[in-house]
C-alpha cells in the first residue's frame, strides 16, 4: 500500500551542485505533480506530466528540469542548486478523471548552503 | 489568476469543540475544490473533494461545504479531538482536462488541547 514514494527524504547540497529527486506511484495514475512548499507560500506547482511522454510548466519553473521516465516515475532535477531552493519537495499524483483527489508523497527536505 | 485564502492561520480549541475552518476563491471557475490534512514533517493527505456542481460532502465528523457564486468553501469539523491537531489546506482545482491544476491556500494550523 505504498502510493507515492519520494527518494530521498533529506538532503543537504552545497550551492551549484546538482541533484535529482525521484517519485514513483503504484496507482496507475497518469498525472504526476512537483510542488514546491515554503512557509507562509503555500504548496506551489512547479512542473506537471498530464499523461506518460509529456511535461509542462507549472507555477515556478525556473532552475528545474523533469522527467517523464515511465508512468510511474516522474523525476525533478536541480542542475545547480541556489539557496532560494531550499525548501520542501513533494510528489502528487492523479487519476485521469478529476474527480478524484491528488496523492502525495511524504516529501523531500532539502537544505542548500 | 486563482488566489486562495485560508482564514484563520491558526486555531487554538480544547477539545469537543465543533469548528469551521474557512477558504475563500477569486475565481469561481472551479471544477473542484479539494480539502487536504498535513501532519508535521509529513505529505497531504485528502479529506474531502467538493465537485463544483456539488454543495457539500461528508466523511465521519467532517463536512465540507462549497458555494461557487460567493467563492467560499468551509470545513466543519464536530466535536474536535487531540489527534485533529493538524494543518488544513484547501485547494481550488482548474478546469483542465485530463489532470489536476490545483492552487493552494497557505493552511489552517489547528490545535485541539485535551
Known amino acids: 500500500n505504498a502510493g507515492v514514494t519520494q527518494t530521498p527524504k533529506f538532503q543537504v547540497l552545497k550551492t551549484g551542485q546538482s541533484m535529482t529527486l525521484q517519485c514513483a506511484q503504484d496507482?496507475?495514475?497518469?498525472?504526476m505533480y512537483w510542488y514546491r512548499q515554503d512557509p507562509g507560500m503555500g504548496l506551489r506547482l512547479i512542473y506537471y506530466?498530464?499523461?506518460?511522454?509529456?511535461?509542462d510548466k507549472g507555477e515556478v519553473p525556473n532552475g528545474y528540469n523533469v522527467s517523464r521516465l515511465n508512468k510511474r516515475e516522474f523525476s525533478l532535477r536541480l542542475e545547480s542548486a541556489a539557496p532560494s531552493q531550499t525548501s520542501v519537495y513533494f510528489c502528487?499524483?492523479?487519476?485521469?478523471?478529476?474527480?478524484?483527489?491528488?496523492?502525495f508523497g511524504d516529501g523531500t527536505r532539502l537544505s542548500i548552503l | 489568476k486563482q488566489e486562495v485564502t485560508q482564514i484563520p492561520a491558526a486555531l487554538s480549541v480544547p477539545e469537543g469543540e465543533n469548528l469551521v475552518l474557512n477558504c475563500s476563491f477569486t475565481d469561481s471557475a472551479i471544477y473542484n475544490l479539494q480539502w487536504f490534512r498535513q501532519d508535521p514533517g509529513k505529505g497531504l493527505t485528502s479529506l474531502l473533494l467538493i465537485q463544483s456542481s456539488q454543495r457539500e460532502q461528508t466523511s465521519g465528523r467532517l463536512n465540507a461545504s462549497l458555494d461557487k457564486s460567493s467563492g467560499r468553501s468551509t470545513l466543519y469539523i464536530a466535536a474536535s479531538q487531540p489527534g485533529d491537531s493538524a494543518t488544513y489546506l484547501c485547494?481550488?482545482?482548474?478546469?483542465?482536462?485530463?489532470?489536476?491544476?490545483?492552487?493552494f491556500g497557505t493552511g489552517t494550523r489547528l490545535l485541539v488541547s485535551p
Open positions: 506530466s498530464a499523461s506518460e511522454g509529456t511535461t
Open positions: 496507482m496507475n495514475h497518469n498525472s
Open positions: 485547494a481550488a482545482c482548474a478546469p483542465n482536462t485530463g489532470f489536476q491544476k490545483l492552487v
Open positions: 502528487a499524483s492523479s487519476a485521469a478523471n478529476t474527480d478524484q483527489p491528488q496523492h
